[in-house]
C-alpha cells in the first residue's frame, strides 16, 4: 500500500519485514550514514536488476514495516514479485537480505566469510565421487601441520611419471606446498545420495523413512533443527572438526518432492532448496562438501546451484569437482554433466566454476585407452587435472573396516593423494 510523500518526492509504503531485518537493516543504515528510505530504494533496485533467482527468506512472524520510496517503484516492485511469482513480503526480504549481504559494516574488519562449497559430481556411478569427497574432506580436516609435513615427505618421493600424468613439476607442487592454506578446518560432508555409500563407508546408519532429514528441510517438511541429524566424526585425527550428514532414504523421491513442492508453493525456487536447507547451519563451517548421487534431475540442479558464485565471492573458491575415470564411458557422462551446468548458468544468469577433475582408479596396464584417455582429460579447455588416484587397495580396506582414509592408512599413496587434491582445489 502507498500513499503520497507531503512534499510529492516520495509515497509512503506499508508492507511487513521479519524483526530481525528491519533491525539489522536499522543499523546498516545508520553504520553507512543512510536514512532507511534510501537503504530500502537501494535494496529494491538492485533485486529488481538481478536476474538471478534468489533463495527464499523465512517470513513466518513478519512486523509491519513502512518507509517512503521514490514514486511508481513500489509498482514496478509489486510487478517484479509477480513475474517471479514470490509474495510482496517474500520480495521486500529478499531485497533487503540481498542488500545487508552486499554493504557489509563497516566495522567488520574481518568480516566472517562463507563457507567454501564444493560440489563432488558427476552423471556416471561408480568414478569415486564419494571417495574424493569424503578423502578431501578429511585432508580438510586434519590438521594443518600434519598435512604440511606429509605432503612434504610425498613430494620429495613423487615420481616423474606422477607429474607427467598431471602436468606438473616437483616445483610446481612444492610452491603449492609453500602457500599451504587448508587444515584444521571445520568441515562438513553432506551425504547427498541416497544410497548412502558414505554414511555406510563411516559406519554412519542411513536415516530411515518417516524422519526428518536433509529432503524434509529442503522441502520445507522439516519439524527439527537440521543439526540434531549431523553426526562427528569421532576419531582424534581430526579434532572433533569432521562432521557428517548422513544419507536418506526418502532421497530417491527428491526430485518428485522438488516438482511437487514447486507446484504447490508459490514462490518456492526448486534449485534454492539445497541451499534453503543447508544456509542456517553454513556459519558453522569453513567447509561444505556435497558428494552428489549419479544424476541429472533436479535434485543435480539444486547441488549445483548451490555450489555456484555468490556475490562477492573470488572465482574457483567454490564450484564444481569432477572425478572420472581413463576411460570412454566416463567421458561421455562428463559431457552430459557439463551440459547440465552450462545450461543452468545460462538460464539462471548464475557463475559455477570447475574446480578440477580428479581421474581416479587409474592403471596404466590397460593399455592404450587408459594412457590416451589420461591424456584426453588433460587436455580439456578451462580444467585441470587435480591429481590422479591409483587404483590401490588402501581406500578398499578403509571402507571394509568403516574408518576414515586418512585415519586409516595416514601415510599411503591414496592419502596423500588426497592431500594433494585439497592443496590443488584450495584458492
Same mark, same amino acid.
Given at each position: 500500500?502507498?500513499?503520497?510523500?507531503?512534499?510529492?518526492?516520495?509515497?509512503?509504503?506499508?508492507?511487513?519485514?521479519?524483526?530481525?531485518?528491519?533491525?539489522?537493516?536499522?543499523?546498516?543504515?545508520?553504520?553507512?550514514?543512510?536514512?532507511?528510505?534510501?537503504?530500502?530504494?537501494?535494496?529494491?533496485?538492485?533485486?529488481?536488476?538481478?536476474?538471478?533467482?534468489?533463495?527464499?527468506?523465512?517470513?513466518?512472524?513478519?512486523?509491519?514495516?513502512?518507509?517512503?520510496?521514490?514514486?511508481?517503484?513500489?509498482?514496478?516492485?509489486?510487478?517484479?514479485?509477480?513475474?517471479?511469482?514470490?509474495?510482496?513480503?517474500?520480495?521486500?526480504?529478499?531485497?533487503?537480505?540481498?542488500?545487508?549481504?552486499?554493504?557489509?559494516?563497516?566495522?567488520?574488519?574481518?568480516?566472517?566469510?562463507?563457507?567454501?562449497?564444493?560440489?563432488?559430481?558427476?552423471?556416471?556411478?561408480?568414478?569415486?565421487?564419494?571417495?574424493?569427497?569424503?578423502?578431501?574432506?578429511?585432508?580438510?580436516?586434519?590438521?594443518?601441520?600434519?598435512?604440511?609435513?606429509?605432503?612434504?615427505?610425498?613430494?620429495?618421493?613423487?615420481?616423474?611419471?606422477?607429474?607427467?600424468?598431471?602436468?606438473?613439476?616437483?616445483?610446481?607442487?612444492?610452491?603449492?606446498?609453500?602457500?599451504?592454506?587448508?587444515?584444521?578446518?571445520?568441515?562438513?560432508?553432506?551425504?547427498?545420495?541416497?544410497?548412502?555409500?558414505?554414511?555406510?563407508?563411516?559406519? *554412519? =546408519?542411513?536415516?530411515?523413512?518417516?524422519?526428518?532429514?536433509?529432503?524434509?528441510? /529442503?522441502?520445507? #517438511?522439516?519439524?527439527? @533443527? &537440521? +543439526?540434531?541429524?549431523?553426526?562427528?566424526?569421532?576419531?582424534?585425527?581430526?579434532?572433533?572438526?569432521?562432521?557428517?550428514?548422513?544419507?536418506?532414504?526418502?532421497?530417491?523421491?527428491?526430485?518428485?518432492?522438488?516438482?511437487?513442492?514447486?507446484?504447490?508453493?508459490?514462490?518456492?525456487?526448486?534449485?534454492?532448496?539445497?541451499?534453503?536447507?543447508?544456509?542456517?547451519?553454513?556459519?558453522?563451517?569453513?567447509?561444505?562438501?556435497?558428494?552428489?548421487?549419479?544424476?541429472?534431475?533436479?535434485?543435480?540442479?539444486?547441488?549445483?546451484?548451490?555450489?555456484?558464485?555468490?556475490?562477492?565471492?573470488?572465482?574457483?573458491?567454490?564450484?564444481?569437482? *569432477? =572425478?572420472?575415470?581413463?576411460?570412454?564411458?566416463?567421458?561421455?557422462?562428463?559431457? /552430459?554433466?557439463? #551440459?547440465?551446468?552450462? @545450461? &543452468? +548458468?545460462?538460464?539462471?544468469?548464475?557463475?559455477?566454476?570447475?574446480?578440477?577433475?580428479?581421474?581416479?582408479?587409474?592403471?596404466?596396464?590397460?593399455?592404450?585407452?587408459?594412457?590416451?584417455?589420461?591424456?584426453?582429460?588433460?587436455?580439456?579447455?578451462?580444467?585441470?587435472?587435480?591429481?590422479?588416484?591409483?587404483?590401490?587397495?588402501?581406500?578398499?580396506?578403509?571402507?571394509?573396516?568403516?574408518?576414515?582414509?586418512?585415519?586409516?592408512?595416514?601415510?599411503?599413496?591414496?592419502?596423500?593423494?588426497?592431500?594433494?587434491?585439497?592443496?590443488?582445489?584450495?584458492?
Amino acid at each position: 500500500m502507498a500513499s503520497p510523500y507531503p512534499d510529492g518526492d516520495r509515497e509512503k509504503v506499508a508492507s511487513k519485514l521479519p524483526s530481525v531485518l528491519q533491525q539489522q537493516l536499522k543499523v546498516r543504515a545508520a553504520e553507512l550514514s543512510l536514512d532507511i528510505q534510501e537503504a530500502v530504494e537501494a535494496a529494491i533496485t538492485a533485486w529488481r536488476a538481478t536476474e538471478r533467482p534468489g533463495f527464499e527468506v523465512d517470513t513466518a512472524g513478519a512486523k509491519s514495516f513502512s518507509t517512503w520510496l521514490p514514486p511508481g517503484l513500489y509498482e514496478h516492485f509489486k510487478t517484479t514479485c509477480t513475474a517471479r511469482d514470490v509474495s510482496y513480503i517474500q520480495g521486500l526480504a529478499q531485497s533487503i537480505r540481498d542488500w545487508l549481504d552486499d554493504n557489509p559494516s563497516p566495522k567488520d574488519a574481518v568480516a566472517p566469510s562463507e563457507p567454501r562449497r564444493i560440489i563432488s559430481a558427476n552423471q556416471k556411478g561408480g568414478v569415486g565421487k564419494t571417495a574424493v569427497a569424503l578423502g578431501v574432506g578429511e585432508a580438510y580436516a586434519e590438521d594443518r601441520e600434519v598435512s604440511r609435513k606429509a605432503l612434504t615427505g610425498f613430494l620429495e618421493d613423487i615420481s616423474y611419471s606422477d607429474l607427467k600424468r598431471i602436468g606438473k613439476t616437483r616445483g610446481d607442487l612444492q610452491d603449492q606446498l609453500a602457500a599451504l592454506t587448508f587444515g584444521g578446518n571445520r568441515v562438513l560432508v553432506v551425504d547427498y545420495d541416497p544410497q548412502s555409500h558414505l554414511s555406510d563407508q563411516l559406519g *554412519i =546408519p542411513q536415516i530411515p523413512p518417516g524422519h526428518d532429514s536433509l529432503v524434509t528441510h /529442503m522441502v520445507g #517438511d522439516a519439524e527439527s @533443527d &537440521l +543439526r540434531n541429524l549431523i553426526v562427528t566424526v569421532d576419531d582424534p585425527r581430526f579434532g572433533g572438526r569432521l562432521h557428517v550428514l548422513p544419507g536418506a532414504f526418502d532421497g530417491f523421491v527428491l526430485d518428485s518432492k522438488l516438482a511437487l513442492t514447486a507446484a504447490q508453493s508459490r514462490g518456492f525456487q526448486k534449485e534454492a532448496s539445497l541451499e534453503r536447507a543447508l544456509r542456517p547451519i553454513e556459519a558453522d563451517y569453513d567447509i561444505i562438501l556435497i558428494d552428489c548421487p549419479p544424476s541429472l534431475g533436479l535434485a543435480m540442479d539444486a547441488a549445483l546451484y548451490y555450489g555456484r558464485r555468490r556475490r562477492n565471492e573470488k572465482p574457483q573458491r567454490s564450484g564444481v569437482l *569432477i =572425478p572420472v575415470q581413463a576411460e570412454d564411458s566416463s567421458a561421455t557422462a562428463y559431457n /552430459m554433466l557439463v #551440459d547440465q551446468i552450462e @545450461d &543452468l +548458468r545460462k538460464d539462471l544468469s548464475i557463475d559455477i566454476d570447475y574446480l578440477g577433475l580428479v581421474v581416479n582408479q587409474y592403471d596404466a596396464r590397460r593399455g592404450y585407452v587408459a594412457t590416451s584417455s589420461l591424456d584426453q582429460w588433460n587436455n580439456i579447455n578451462d580444467q585441470q587435472v587435480l591429481a590422479v588416484l591409483d587404483d590401490l587397495k588402501e581406500q578398499r580396506e578403509a571402507v571394509r573396516v568403516k574408518k576414515p582414509l586418512l585415519s586409516y592408512a595416514p601415510s599411503s599413496k591414496q592419502a596423500n593423494t588426497m592431500r594433494m587434491i585439497a592443496m590443488g582445489a584450495a584458492r
